[in-house]
């Protein structure tokens, strides 16, 4: 048994061909509402709209956090 994390509903893991799928315990599948609002509040980025400057801060965050997981 696992706790969804936005809804903290009990669900278990059921295999479906090739995916995990949550179900909830009256075997019905499990669709969080809460799940489905903060994927769609997540910030699209198109290449064309980013500055060369914000493209390097951008790497450069991504650089440094690979960086810091090697040194542990």
Request: with cysteine; net charge positive.
């Amino acid at each position: 048994m696992a706790k969804c994390r936005f809804c903290s509903k009990e669900i278990t893991w059921m295999k479906e061909g090739k995916k995990n799928v949550p179900v909830e315990t009256d075997g019905t599948v499990h669709d969080c509402e809460i799940f489905a609002k903060s994927r769609a509040s997540t910030k699209n980025i198109t290449p064309g709209s980013l500055s060369p400057e914000e493209i390097a801060r951008y790497e450069g965050a991504i650089n440094d956090e690979a960086q810091k997981k090697k040194k542990r």
